[in-house]
């Protein structure tokens, strides 16, 4: 017996399918990735915040059509649905340091798609310490 997948683990799988054509340099699997019908947004480390498909796809094709991209490792990812709509957090690990990703999704046309994206920089206080963790509270 086959057990059903849940919408948790289809967002899941979408998001590696962004990271899978972001390390393949696959702009035509990245322009399908994102929503047509919903508005989109992305924000790429460093950069200012891109709005509407057309600027969006562009900066990623401008990106994977760079040599010198880096790879991608994705890790600690966890999704959270809220019915038509999930956000997907995760750690991207590359060459030159850790990024935290927010990745949004949309139910379009029966089918997680893209609709937002940001990553920055994971400040590292410590040598052994990966995470940026909040100061301890005071009561």
Sequence with gaps: MTESLTDEDTVLSANLEFYRAFNDRDAWAMDALWAKDAPVNCVHPGWTALAGRTA???SWRNILA????????VHD????VYGEVAIVQCEEELDFG????TNMFIREAGAWKLIHHQASQIVVRGQDERR?????TRH
């Excluded at 990812?77 to 959270?80: G, S, V």
């Excluded at 940026?132 to 301890?136: G, K, S, V």
């Design 132 to 136: 940026r963790r909040p100061p301890p």
């Design 66 to 73: 760079n040599p010198d991209a880096p790879h991608v490792m």
């Design 77 to 80: 990812d966890r999704a959270t």
């Design 56 to 58: 969006v796809i562009q």
């Design 98 to 101: 850790h990024l935290v990703a």
